[in-house]
């Protein structure tokens, strides 16, 4: 029998979302053991609301922690404190925030972006010059997509568009099913922050998982956190 051909795309990667923020000592304690366990490409730091000044202090106490690792980190909306509090990107929700975001932060920073409900929404975003599209999160009201259709939507991507897909993990099971259906990045959140044996080991899992969804055929290479894609093929 010959040999499997080797996926033509990397194996997925984890981007790593924390909790909501308000005090980052106890982020900054946990992630530099946490970010050695696996490969996280990015950290998605979602803050609680505050006001400008104290929101850059959070984020310049966990950047050097995070970006020393080789993680970029992104974060979740104010993508008006991207560059003053030296983050490498934001993750935006929409079309509508997406355009209007754009030309402040490229070419030189990393802009991902959620909440399209549709696959002609996808398309904008990729066209617009989105770094990643994201498929799977929960919309206003908890609600999402079936792993199923997240599933389905992905490998549609993966087959016929340039820019990385990014799939968000509700368990380790969706965790391996979006690696093989073609995601480039596995978003991961609480199922990692609220494991009872801990973050790391719950992290560790969720890479196998993923390793095991790609394929025992090897790793084609790892894909660099996203950014400076340019439209969708």
């Known amino acids: 029998m010959p040999p499997k051909a080797a996926p033509s795309r ?4 984890l981007y790593l979302a924390t909790p909501v ?27 609680s609301p505050s006001d400008p000044r104290t929101m850059i202090s959070r984020i310049k106490a966990l950047a050097p922690l995070i970006q020393s690792s080789g993680a970029a980190l992104l974060l979740d909306g104010h993508a008006d404190l991207v560059a003053r509090a030296g983050a490498d990107g934001a993750h935006l929700t929409g079309i509508e925030a997406l355009q209007e ?13 959620g909440g399209l409900s549709t696959r002609h929404d996808s398309m904008i975003a990729g066209e617009a010059g989105a770094d990643y599209v994201l498929f799977g999160e929960p919309d206003e009201t908890g609600d999402r997509p079936s792993a199923e259709a997240i599933a389905e939507r992905l490998a549609w991507w993966a087959e016929l568009f340039e820019p990385p897909c990014v799939a968000h993990a509700t368990n380790i099971d969706e965790a ?5 259906s073609g995601a480039d990045f596995v978003l991961i959140g609480d199922i990692v922050w609220n494991d009872p044996r801990g973050a790391a080991p719950a992290l560790a899992d969720i890479a196998t998982a993923i390793a095991q969804g790609y394929g025992s055929q090897g790793d084609a290479g790892r894909p660099d956190p996203p950014h400076g894609v340019r439209g969708a093929g």
């Open 10 to 13: 990397p194996a997925p990667r």
């Open 21 to 47: 923020i308000d005090d980052p000592s106890h982020a900054a304690a946990q992630l530099p053991a946490l970010l050695a366990t696996a490969d996280v490409a990015a950290v998605l730091v979602r803050l």
């Open 101 to 113: 975001t754009l030309p402040a932060l490229k070419p030189d920073r990393i802009v991902g972006v």
């Open 176 to 180: 391996r099913l979006f690696a093989a």
